[in-house]
């Protein structure tokens, strides 16, 4: 089609031309790739997130502690404020008396529901005692109690450096 041909179609059809490029660049944005991937629950068809476990955060805390200048082998023991949990897609629904919402299942096959989770939420932490040889010397305690904080969102008064032979 040639310039002076694809002018007169569109002198003809002004009258559709904005709908017609409304169109067309929905088409558009529907062929370009998002950049999002399906999560990797609902891509797998499982909904289980890899769950917390305290004693392997314990475990690689006591490593990265010990690594401070002066702190030596470390122990950790950490509270916590109560166990994991999930996140829960949610259906709303908007009736005549307000909003209602139930809870989102997924069918299985042969009868089985599972619901589908958006987030699994780690446990809140309570409290931290850190025991090591240089426990005594103050600014291995305040580098301690400053890691401990970093990493498990506590404050200092919830964490207790004391010295000992780990």
Not at 13 to 25: C, E, H, M, N, W
Not at 51 to 70: C, N
Not at 152 to 157: H, N, R, S
């Amino acid at each position: 089609m040639r310039a002076g041909q694809l002018g007169n179609l569109l002198a003809r059809g002004k009258k559709y031309a904005p709908a017609a490029l409304v169109l067309l660049a929905g088409v558009i944005l529907l062929l370009l790739p998002s950049g999002k991937e399906a999560p990797a629950e609902i891509r797998s068809g499982e909904g289980a997130a890899e769950p917390f476990e305290l004693e392997a955060f314990e475990e690689k805390l006591e490593r990265s502690l010990s690594a401070i200048e002066g702190a030596g082998e470390t122990r950790v023991v950490l509270t916590l404020d109560g166990g994991s949990r999930q996140v829960l897609a949610q259906d709303r629904e908007q009736d005549g008396d307000g909003a209602s919402s139930s809870t989102v299942t997924l069918g299985r096959g042969s009868g089985e529901q599972s619901v589908v989770p958006l987030q699994t939420m780690a446990p809140s932490f309570r409290g931290a005692l850190v025991v090591c040889p240089g426990g005594n010397d103050p600014q291995v305690r305040l580098r301690l109690t400053q890691a401990v904080a970093a990493l498990t969102g506590l404050g200092a008064d919830r964490i207790t450096v004391c010295p000992g032979n780990a």
